[in-house]
T-cell receptor
Framework: KAGVTQTPRYLIKTRGQQVTLSCSPI?????VSWYQQTPGQGLQFLFE???????NKGNFPGRFSGRQFSNSRSEMNVSTLELGDSALYLC????????????????FGNGTRLTVT | DQQVKQNSPSLSVQEGRISILNCDYT??????FLWYKKYPAEGPTFLIS?????DKNEDGRFTVFLNKSAKHLSLHIVPSQPGDSAVYFC?????????????FGKGTSLLVTP
């Protein structure tokens, strides 16, 4: 079974630009979550989608948005990029039903490294 | 507000000895806990989990202990191997749809020296 696939792996953008990151979950997984990892801050939850609906949202500004398509693939968009948005963005998938992660842990992709200059 | 805390940013252990990684949480609604391991340039990989109805779960060299009254859990690795050198994240979830938003600690970087 293929794992979670994220594209692109690396991205360099300029302040003020916008960016779209893509994620393909494990086949059969209907929940897709996004996390931001920065040095010293660990993994911070951005949002989670289940069956094309945003089910959970973290404490990030509205510049961060996402969506999920009918095939469970997901995209994340960051508009008006700031230097502080430089981070590793991780996508993860799970079955998304029943007790959270009890029978199916969260599976992560290898991330997209975003650098804002 | 950080609801899951890993107070030791780093830990160095000799090969063959025990590694103990600690994690504290503040939210009493958390009832399921997971540990992830992360190598540089890779995504985190699931290691082991524990439900709040248990106080211990073992999987090979890895054992997680949960002390609900202290809101504390720990991951024991015995014996430690150089390949265990990685960043370890503790995560917590609650039994509701909001539980799908995993709360992670900031991680502990483990170095196992030969």
């Amino acid at each position: 079974k293929a794992g979670v696939t994220q594209t692109p792996r690396y991205l360099i953008k300029t302040r003020g630009q916008q960016v779209t990151l893509s994620c393909s979950p494990i086949s059969g997984h209907r929940s897709v979550s996004w996390y931001q990892q920065t040095p010293g801050q660990g993994l911070q939850f951005l949002f989670e989608y289940f069956s094309e609906t945003q089910r959970n949202k973290g404490n990030f500004p509205g510049r961060f948005s996402g969506r999920q398509f009918s095939n469970s693939r997901s995209e994340m968009n960051v508009s008006t990029l700031e230097l502080g948005d430089s981070a590793l963005y991780l996508c993860a998938s799970s079955l998304g039903q029943g007790r959270p992660y009890y029978n199916s842990p969260l599976h992560f992709g290898n991330g997209t490294r975003l650098t804002v200059t | 507000d950080q609801q899951v805390k890993q107070n030791s940013p780093s830990l160095s252990v000799q090969e063959g000895r025990i590694s103990i990684l600690n994690c504290d949480y503040t939210n009493s609604m958390f009832d399921y806990f997971l540990w992830y391991k992360k190598y540089p340039a890779e995504g985190p990989t699931f290691l082991i989990s524990i439900s709040s109805i248990k106080d211990k779960n073992e999987d090979g060299r890895f054992t997680v202990f949960l002390n609900k009254s202290a809101k504390h859990l720990s991951l024991h690795i015995v014996p430690s191997q150089p390949g265990d050198s990685a960043v370890y994240f503790c995560a917590a979830s609650s039994n509701s749809n909001s539980g799908y938003a995993l709360n992670f600690g900031k991680g502990t970087s483990l170095l196992v020296t030969p």
